[in-house]
């Protein structure tokens, strides 16, 4: 049984004050917690670039402990968040990486998100496990590197990366992991596929 372990709301336009964003999220931790779901950690990121146009703030709610995601939880997070229209999805993980930085303070988040071609997962999978996601997360600069799956919105496939700067994207090293053979016969798989680069506006534990 697929097990959530952090709610993500993805809402799109200008970035509000982060304390807007903080309080909200405080609120709905606390109706999470009084429905049996316990929050331990809530972050928010505002967008920097990325292949689709922003500004838009991705905000997590993370799950003190891994659990069964309610049929019914959906609604009570979708809406807005502070006043942007908001999207509320269930994130699993599938694997979670310390970085060769690991422990370093962490400003930057970068996320991909992707569909796979039908057929394709066992190969992506296989790839990500072996040589990508453990690839990156050596790169100095990366301090963590998470590969999840979003179980109630798409695209489905959600790997992110929490970087010490900007300069690691753009590394030798990290550049060299992206252009593997192995990764050039993978890539053509991906369909809808988002990369973007945000600034973290807070991250603190409840």
């Not at 920097?48 to 993370?62: C, D, F, I, K, N």
């Not at 050596?138 to 998470?146: F, K, N």
Request: aromatic residues 8%; hydrophobic residues 45%; neutral net charge.
């Amino acid at each position: 049984m697929a097990e959530m372990v952090a709610v993500l709301l993805k809402a799109q336009g200008a970035i509000p004050q982060a304390g807007l964003i903080e309080a909200q999220l405080r609120e709905l931790a606390a109706r999470a917690a009084a429905g049996g779901m316990a929050v331990g950690r809530i972050a928010a990121y505002g967008w920097r670039s990325g292949t689709h146009a922003g500004p838009e703030v991705y905000a997590y709610l993370w799950l003190a402990a891994p659990q069964s995601v309610p049929a019914d939880f959906l609604p009570g997070f979708n809406g807005s968040l502070a006043g942007l229209p908001a999207q509320a999805g269930a994130l699993e993980r599938v694997d979670d990486r310390a970085g060769a930085s690991s422990g370093a303070d962490a400003p930057v988040h970068y996320v991909v998100e992707t569909d796979l071609a039908p057929g394709s997962e066992s190969v992506v999978n296989d790839w990500y496990d072996k040589e990508h996601l453990a690839g990156l997360a050596a790169v100095p600069g990366t301090v963590r590197a998470q590969r999840l799956v979003n179980l109630t919105a798409g695209p489905r496939s959600y790997a992110c990366y929490d970087l010490a700067s900007l300069d690691t994207h753009d590394s030798p090293p990290w550049l060299a992991v992206r252009r593997t053979e192995w990764a050039s016969r993978v890539r053509p798989n991906f369909r809808n596929t988002k990369r973007t680069m945000f600034d973290r506006l807070f991250d603190v534990a409840l």
